[in-house]
């Protein structure tokens, strides 16, 4: 499994569970495996959600602001890889 660093995680969102991430490479799909990468986070998980400015997208690119829900807390500076085969 590679793993490409495409985001850091700028803010965190605990009530609704939502990561705010700034694109840095690449694009990130709905559908695709995140592994979120931290002092203390390290797990994996399949977007469901993304949105910039409170609208669904289903594609960022770098420079992208975003918002992704996520179901465990990130802190901001984590890194966040796209997983793929």
């Avoid at 797990?43 to 918002?67: C, H, R, W, Y």
């Amino acid at each position: 499994m590679a793993e490409e660093q495409v985001a850091v995680i700028v803010k965190f969102f605990a009530k609704p569970s939502v990561a705010a991430l700034e694109v840095t490479n690449g694009t990130i799909i709905k559908g695709d495996l995140l592994k979120y990468k931290g002092h203390t986070t390290d797990f994996t998980e399949e977007i469901t959600s993304m949105e910039i400015d409170n609208q669904p997208v289903d594609e960022v690119k770098a420079g992208d602001l975003v918002g992704v829900k996520v179901k465990e807390r990130v802190r901001e500076g984590d890194k966040v890889y796209k997983v793929s085969e």
